[in-house]
């Protein structure tokens, strides 16, 4: 089995910037497709950013593109996501998943393990 645990949530005013992190254990960490997802309040979840096992292809959705950025360390098992400019439309549960077979996608039943979370709230 895979465990993934988020790190780095927490309360940010507008305009400021985040870090969010995801420590991986159970498995060999290159073999996996990393995501973000995040769902806000009364929303379904939602693709953020994705990045394929080499580290080599990234993809974001419109709505983050030019802010976020996701990065993945092999070596520590870790991915993260850099969150700029944030916007109260950004307050969500963010959470971290892993995609065992196949190329980045952004559906969130391709991903086989999840994180149990973490808060980012921003306010104006």
């Known amino acids: 089995q895979v465990q993934l645990v988020e790190s780095g949530g927490g309360l940010v005013q507008a305009g400021g910037s985040l870090r969010l992190s995801c420590a991986v254990s159970g498995n060999i960490f290159s073999h996996y497709v990393m995501g973000w997802f995040r769902q806000g309040p009364g929303k379904e979840r939602a693709f953020v950013a994705a990045v394929s096992k080499s580290g080599g292809i990234t993809t974001y959705a419109d709505s983050v593109k030019g802010r976020f950025t996701i990065s993945r360390d092999n070596a520590k098992s870790t991915v993260n996501l850099q969150m700029n400019s944030l916007n109260p439309e950004d307050t969500a549960v963010y959470y971290c998943?892993?995609?065992?077979?196949?190329?980045?996608?952004?559906?969130?039943?391709?991903?086989?393990?999840w994180g149990q979370g973490t808060q980012v709230t921003v306010f104006s």
């Open positions: 998943a892993a995609k065992r077979f196949g190329l980045v996608t952004t559906t969130t039943y391709d991903y086989d393990y």
